[in-house]
Structure formats: C-alpha cells, structure tokens
C-alpha cells in the first residue's frame, strides 16, 4: 500500500469494555511496531514484530493488552477491560526490517468513558 | 538505557526566521536519530534519518546533524513559513542488538511560525 493505514482513526469505549485497533503496514515491510501517545506520558514503545514473532512484548502496560499480527502483515493490538488511563492515541509503525526507518500511521484516538 | 530530550519545549518564530531545535541523547552507543513532524490529531511524518556513520542530512529547507560524542542532534529549518508550524520530535535508537529497533522518543518541540 501507499503508507500505513490503521483502523478506527476514533474509537469510544466504555471502561471495562474490549476493544481491537487495526494496522495495515507497507507491503513488503517486515518489521512491525506499536506506540502509544499520551499526555502525560508522551510517546512510548508497546510492542515489536520481526514477521508474526513479536521478540520484545515489553512496552504493554498491563496483562490487559495483547498483539498479535499474522501473515507477516495485518497486526491488531486488543485491550480487554478497558480503564480510563487506556485513553491516548495508539501509533503503528512499519520498516523494511528492524534496522531501516519507520514510518507511521495516523493512529487510532482511543476515548474510555 | 536512552534518554531524549528536547530543548526548548515551545518556540514562537516570524515567518522567514532561521531556527534551530535541539535534541540531546544519553547513549552515544546510537544507532541513528530520526526527525519527525507532527502536525495536530495527526500521526508522525519522517523527515530526516541520520546513521551513526553520518553527521548530517539535508531535505529541502531541513538540515539535521548528529553529534555522538556530544549526545546532540539539531535540526536546522531555513527561512521559516506558516506551513512549518508544527510539533517536531526526535527518536533516538539504541545501538544495543536488543534494542535497535526501538525508538526512543523526546518530548517534542512545539513550533509557531507567524505570519
């Protein structure tokens, strides 16, 4: 595809609720990353994939948040029981390969009622 | 474990202005810095990526340069416009093999250019 597509751009949910948000990567770009964007936080790493294999996991904030990506494309990054801290903008970004610049998608701005 | 920050926080400049922003990092084990622009609700365009091997890059009216013995990148904007204002960020990757994958990110500075 021409650039990183993620799905909802908007999402409101209410506290305790599930919620899946969507990334769509460069065709060809192996490697796949997921950010998360805050106020009070700024910008902070969540997750990496290298293919379907997601090699450093150490970024989730809690056994609430899990990622999964398949076919070496499509990666979707679920929240369970949402809370209000939840709230923020959830950043993807793809590369060649871990070495190679990234680039990012518009993001998906999560709201917890 | 990497440290970005950037210097100043805000800036308010008249259009046609040269500035520069300022981004600092604690591991000189870099694997390279890229230079981002944020406009508001939008993601992050990419606008510089400078190697470790290398002290700077130049895109149009941008000029970036790293300075690893320093722990220092600027970014350089040309003749400022309306169009620039923006948030700009700098992230950083760690030279570490587990870790250079990872951006470490600054807090961001917020630029206005005036007409």
């Known amino acids: 595809g021409a650039g990183v597509s993620q799905s909802p751009s908007n999402k409101v949910t209410e506290k305790g609720k599930d919620v899946e948000l969507r990334c769509d990567p460069i065709?060809?770009?192996?490697?796949l990353y997921w950010y998360r964007q805050s106020l009070g936080q700024g910008l902070e790493f969540l997750i990496y994939?290298?293919?379907?294999?997601?090699?450093?996991k150490s970024g989730l904030p809690s056994d609430r948040f899990s990622a999964e990506r398949t076919g070496g494309s499509v990666s979707t990054l679920t929240i369970q029981r949402t809370q209000q801290e939840d709230s923020a903008v959830y950043l993807c970004?793809?590369?060649?390969?871990?070495?190679?610049?990234?680039?990012f998608g518009p993001g998906t701005r999560l709201t917890v009622t | 474990k990497q440290e970005v920050t950037q210097i100043p926080a805000a800036l308010s400049v008249p259009e046609g202005e040269n500035l520069v922003l300022n981004c600092s990092f604690t591991?000189?084990?870099?694997?390279?810095l890229q230079w981002f622009r944020q406009d508001p609700g939008k993601g992050l365009t990419s606008l510089l990526l400078i190697q470790s091997s290398q002290r700077e890059q130049t895109s149009g009216r941008l000029n970036a340069s790293l300075d690893k013995s320093s722990g220092r990148s600027t970014l350089y904007i040309a003749a400022s416009q309306p169009g620039d204002s923006a948030t700009y960020l700098c992230?950083?990757?760690?030279?570490?093999?587990?870790?250079?994958?990872?951006?470490?990110f600054g807090s961001g500075t917020r630029l206005l250019v005036r007409p």
């Open positions: 591991d000189s084990a870099i694997y390279n």
């Open positions: 992230a950083g990757r760690g030279g570490g093999l587990d870790s250079s994958y990872k951006l470490i």
């Open positions: 994939f290298q293919g379907n294999s997601a090699p450093d």
């Open positions: 065709s060809g770009h192996t490697a």
């Open positions: 970004a793809s590369s060649m390969n871990s070495f190679y610049e990234q680039y």
